[in-house]
């Protein structure tokens, strides 16, 4: 008899257990998991503000735990078979010399997750705010915010270069930034990379002081930006009144798309309205949001998954394979 006065069970009983055991095993998962399907590639991002150290080299995510096996779908072949897929794009820093500069010109490099050397990428160049640096954008979570992107499907693959405007205090026309960034910057990064070299391939945007570059350039030397971005633009002093020399210039049905936003109580709203009211009037299309917010940091943290998004649109046209 067992504790509490139970009786022991007949044999044939226990044959029929070990039957209905082995009946169970057989439905295991051939995988040996019973539990609920594992969810696998979900990529962190770094809180809004970035890193705090020195200038990253990489922006690679190490998973804390090695990936379980599990069977996936055969995927047909793409023209880089051998190509290993990361977590996240790379971010490498670089410099080069140029004529219209006292210094070499010093930038980074966004490359995208599985980046392929023969493959055809469109490339968005963004500038930095007055008295910031190169580093700018990614302090913003620039990467980790395009490496989630593209991992969605919501960003096509693309190159981003972060150039860094070293006399951003003194006079735009006076300092040689801007032909540096045309003359030798896009052709090294089209010579470099896997860049698409065509215009309807590249993007030009920029924050406050980068903004006001991304307008003069984009219309100055439209033939080489289909899309310009400009957030919290105050625009160069003067440039207002350049506008209908430069869309008079663009040939029609040639204008580069242009995306312009600011914050609400931006200290820069007057002088970015009439600027809007000029494009207006021009007859040249726009977009334009009024949206709460100063001229700060958390403003534009906010708003860059839309204009990743933005600019993922307007080069939708130049995916890599």
Same mark, same amino acid.
């Given at each position: 008899?067992?504790?509490?006065?139970? !009786?022991t069970a007949a044999p044939a009983v226990w044959v029929g257990v070990i039957l209905l055991l082995a009946l169970l095993?057989?439905?295991?998962?051939?995988? +040996?998991?019973?539990?609920? @399907?594992?969810?696998?590639?979900?990529? /962190?991002?770094?809180?809004? +503000?970035?890193?705090?150290?020195?200038?990253?080299?990489?922006?690679?995510? /190490?998973?804390?735990?090695?990936?379980?096996?599990?069977?996936?779908?055969?995927?047909?072949?793409?023209?880089?078979?051998?190509?290993?897929?990361?977590?996240?794009?790379?971010?490498?820093?670089?410099?080069?010399?140029?004529?219209? %500069?006292?210094?070499?010109?010093?930038?980074?490099?966004?490359?995208?997750?599985?980046?392929?050397?023969?493959?055809?990428?469109?490339?968005?160049? %963004?500038?930095?705010?007055?008295?910031?640096?190169?580093?700018?954008?990614?302090?913003? +979570?620039?990467?980790? /915010?395009?490496?989630?992107?593209?991992?969605?499907?919501? =960003?096509? #693959?693309?190159?981003?270069?972060?150039?860094?405007?070293?006399?951003?205090? !003194? &006079?735009?026309?006076? &300092?040689?930034?801007?032909?540096?960034?045309?003359?030798?910057?896009? @052709?090294w990064v089209d010579a470099t990379y896997a860049a698409c070299p065509d215009r309807a391939c590249r993007a030009l945007?920029?924050?406050?002081?980068?903004?006001?570059?991304?307008?003069?350039?984009?219309?100055?030397?439209?033939?080489?930006?289909?899309?310009?971005?400009?957030?919290?633009?105050? #625009?160069?002093?003067? *440039? @207002?009144?350049?506008?209908? +020399?430069?869309?008079?210039?663009?040939?029609?049905?040639?204008?580069?798309?242009?995306?312009? *936003?600011?914050?609400?109580?931006?200290?820069?709203?007057?002088?970015?309205?009439?600027? *809007?009211?000029?494009? /207006?009037? =021009?007859?040249? #299309?726009?977009?334009?949001?009024?949206? #709460?917010?100063?001229?700060?940091?958390?403003?534009?943290?906010?708003? =860059?998954?839309?204009? %990743?998004?933005?600019?993922?649109?307007?080069?939708?046209?130049?995916?890599?394979?």
């Amino acid at each position: 008899m067992r504790p509490g006065g139970a !009786k022991t069970a007949a044999p044939a009983v226990w044959v029929g257990v070990i039957l209905l055991l082995a009946l169970l095993a057989a439905c295991t998962p051939e995988d +040996g998991r019973t539990g609920p @399907p594992l969810i696998t590639g979900i990529a /962190t991002l770094t809180p809004e +503000g970035g890193h705090t150290g020195p200038p990253l080299q990489t922006n690679a995510i /190490t998973p804390t735990d090695p990936p379980l096996p599990t069977s996936t779908a055969t995927l047909t072949p793409t023209a880089t078979p051998t190509a290993v897929c990361t977590a996240a794009g790379e971010v490498t820093a670089h410099e080069i010399p140029s004529g219209s %500069l006292p210094d070499p010109l010093q930038f980074y490099v966004y490359l995208p997750p599985c980046y392929a050397p023969d493959g055809r990428y469109p490339v968005l160049y %963004l500038l930095h705010g007055q008295g910031a640096t190169a580093e700018h954008w990614l302090s913003l +979570g620039l990467a980790e /915010t395009a490496d989630a992107l593209i991992a969605s499907g919501e =960003l096509p #693959p693309l190159i981003m270069v972060l150039p860094y405007e070293a006399e951003s205090l !003194k &006079n735009p026309f006076e &300092n040689g930034f801007g032909p540096a960034l045309t003359g030798d910057l896009i @052709p090294w990064v089209d010579a470099t990379y896997a860049a698409c070299p065509d215009r309807a391939c590249r993007a030009l945007g920029g924050i406050s002081r980068g903004a006001a570059w991304a307008v003069h350039l984009g219309f100055s030397e439209w033939a080489l930006f289909g899309a310009i971005g400009a957030h919290s633009l105050p #625009p160069f002093y003067g *440039d @207002p009144g350049k506008l209908p +020399g430069w869309v008079g210039q663009i040939p029609a049905g040639e204008l580069p798309a242009l995306y312009m *936003d600011i914050g609400d109580r931006d200290i820069y709203l007057a002088p970015n309205a009439e600027f *809007d009211a000029a494009l /207006t009037a =021009l007859a040249v #299309p726009h977009t334009r949001l009024v949206q #709460p917010g100063r001229h700060d940091a958390a403003y534009w943290a906010l708003h =860059l998954p839309d204009y %990743l998004r933005w600019y993922g649109q307007q080069l939708s046209g130049a995916l890599a394979p």
